[in-house]
């Protein structure tokens, strides 16, 4: 049995796995679509069949229902086969089918929810299976236990299998726009993301009740939510659906998780049978979770049930309940879970990222919510209780992390005497209220609020102007010239941000030297990891910085630390992007979406993957499908200290018309004013990746100035390489290629070569085409990739169809009359299809069609 992932991208949820299904269906393979309850599968093989039947094939339906499961023959006599009268028995149905399936032309047997099919039924598709060759697709739920007549129907010829998972945050947004008629903002695709777990029905039923309830508003073009909540009584409906397969024991554990919230296994237990918690995982109601500090806990999926549950009952219910469970739980012992290694390779991490994207990345969002939710409220407590430093910064540190309350934090730093405060904590509360300045007066009013500081409190000074030039520096630019080597016994805090200047300045060496016995810092406490893992990325060293951050990532999510996981994330998508492993990018960035905009400093982290998630999409794609990079902050400057925090690259990359010349114009402006304002690693990252896309010489001479004044070796090759390229040097290019030695930019060489065979292919150099085709199909060859070769194509890879791109292989050495006698179609039909494949692709003749297809797709 063949096994597919889902690999669905932004606005095409389901485009793929239909693509697939009929893929499948084509060489007469069947395909069996699983899925949880409301995840698509119906829908899914609804527009596999419906494109099917456009294509000539005769579609036999068999639709199992809930309330017909007990009557004999119920679903097959849906199909409204006539029978003689007397004979109605399983074989002679049987024989009416399979002499329906023997006639001429293409047939496809659709069985959906076959677990829902009566036995009688199921003896019918078996005799009818055993006799005819046809392909069937059926629907089934993920974690069903399959009867033997169910087995018996399924377990015939040749079988696919496409695994519906959860929708990420991309496929989200993208849902969310769908209905509603425009995009909404982080916080509610996030919310609406978490109370779904993923779940396409329930993304769907919840925003439209919402709507239906006056719970969103738009506002600027983008929808909000009006209210703290979105639950609403007109989704009662839809959980009580999803529920109504279970039986009465395991609602009632719901019930009593819902109230109880998300806890330790060994506590559940306590309260709920172990065979019904066995039973609400088996049927996906539960999600397991490993948590650094409790051990193994477990959360209700999708989180939507808790609040059906918490709503609908009566106060008086709730609080007996409440009770109850308080009174067994009253002794139970807290411990500690134990901790685990981390990994030491980079197989290791990436296998560990790849079995975490099988869990709820929901779920997992909604317990840091909740963990967040419930430390805010508890440190607000206490501080309104006793108004002292130490409580108001224990408060602000929770926003360091989590989704801020600027109201809430005002009357903190208004209200918090701070005449007996320590010098630390009144250090951390100034930093906050600076913070808290920017958004309005900008990086200039938060240095006037730690000048006024340094100025009353001399014997800070030395940490309040490396706050100010660290703060000045990240939404600013960077000081010209380079302070030095701090001085003997400066303060970590000094060190680590004469460091990160360093790193702005695309020396990391230097600040990984810096760094190097420095331990981390109390007021930024994640500022040396990151300067640590990013350098490492900076100097080349992509996978000891993929392992680092990944491991780091890993201990943040166990210890619920929503301010490391977001550091730690930017710096592993980097690595990720930067050596093709897209969808575990993807997936990274989408669990950081779905916790929603984080608090202090990491904002604009946030802001930089949701520029990043676009860039890829807006790389691959020319249709207008809505960016997930529209919910970043638009009033954020070009230029930035890292890649993404500046929108110039996402902005230049999205709005260029692909030109050579142009984009190589425009590119090198931009990488100019990057250098300008102090930030050299994110001009380099530019021109790296605009090198990629369109190879150019102006942007290809300002990145070898770039790395020569760096003192950066790693990327000689690639430079070489680029330049052969951009001097339509084919002899030394060959000889490059033929003497290239793997380094981290394998990956670079193979987005480089293809985006100039497609530039070739465009200007109509069908010379250098073949040259370069040549050329990239023997690097290729020569350097088998495990990841999705991109080529930053300005058509979509999917927008040919399996027909097209089999047409385009031959057509560069067979006419129109020899392609249609080898695949049985008329010449008039190859005609069309190079036709239609030439305006997607933007291809200039069929000898450049050829080229292009049979070095963007993989060979059939």
Known sequence: MTVVNGNRRLGRVFDIEVQRILDYVGRGIGVRVIGAPGSGKTTVISSAVSSAEKTGFTIHSVTGLRTHRNIPYAAVKGLGMEMRPGRSGVLDLADVMVSQLAKPG?????????????????????????????????????????????????????????????????????????????????????????KSAGNPRLIVR??????????????????????????????????????????EEDVNALHSMAILGTARIDVLQKIVSPDALDSLE????????????????????????????????????????RSRIAGILESTPQVAGDETSTADCLSQVLSALRLERGNDDAVTARHFQDHSAVRERARFERWEANKTATNA????????????????????????????????????????KALLAIPAGGASAAVEVLQAFGDANPELIADAEAAMLFLGASHGRVPEQSAGTPEVGARTFEVLTQALLELYRCRPTAALKLINDVENDELFPHLRPFIHGYALFAAGRVDESLVFALDWRAEARKNLDQFGVVTSSYVAVHGLLYSGYFDEAEYLMSSVFAMGRPGFVVDILYDAMLRLAGLRQATTSTTPTLSIASQARSEMPDVGPLPGIGKGTYVLVTTSDMQPATFDKDASKLIKRQLKSGYVLEAKMTALLCTCLAPGRRVLDLLQKVLRDSGILVHDQFVSIASAVVETDHQLLGLLLKHYEPDQDVYQVGMLLRSALRGHVLEGDTTSAEALATASSAFAARFPSENEQLSFNTFEASALTEREIEIAALAGYLSNV???????????????????????????????????????????
């Open 106 to 194: 293409k047939h496809l047997m659709m069985v959906d929810d076959i677990q829902l099919l009566d036995n009688e039924s199921l003896a019918v598709l078996e005799a009818v299976r055993q006799q005819s060759f046809a392909p069937m697709i059926a629907t089934a739920p993920e974690t069903h236990n399959f009867t033997r007549g169910q087995l018996a129907v399924l377990n015939q010829g040749r079988e696919a299998l496409v695994q519906l998972d959860p929708l990420h945050y991309e496929q989200v947004h993208a849902l969310i726009a769908r209905v509603l008629g425009g995009p909404a903002d982080v916080d509610t695709t996030a919310r609406i993301l978490t």
């Open 818 to 860: 020899q392609i249609g006698e080898r695949l049985r179609i008329s010449a008039r039909t190859v005609e069309n299809h190079i036709s239609n494949a030439l305006r997607k692709t933007g291809a200039t003749s069929r000898t450049s069609l050829f080229i292009l297809v049979g070095n963007t797709f993989p060979p059939q």
């Open 206 to 247: 919840i925003t439209e009740t919402a709507l239906l309830s006056n719970l969103l508003v738009r506002r600027d073009g983008m929808w909000h939510m009006s209210a703290g909540t979105l639950w609403n009584d007109h989704l009662s409906g839809s959980v009580e659906a999803l529920l109504a397969e279970l039986p």
């Open 282 to 321: 088996r049927r996906g109601f539960l999600s397991v979770m490993d948590d650094h500090h409790n051990g193994t806990i477990a959360a209700i999926s999708p989180p939507v049930i808790v609040d059906y549950f918490r709503g609908r009952r009566t106060l008086r219910d709730r609080h007996l309940l």
């Open 393 to 432: 910064a224990a408060l602000l540190r929770v926003y360091w992390g989590a989704p801020v309350d600027p109201v809430r934090t005002a009357r903190v730093l208004t209200e918090t005497p701070t005449d007996d405060a320590d010098p630390s904590e009144l250090l951390f509360l100034t930093i906050t």
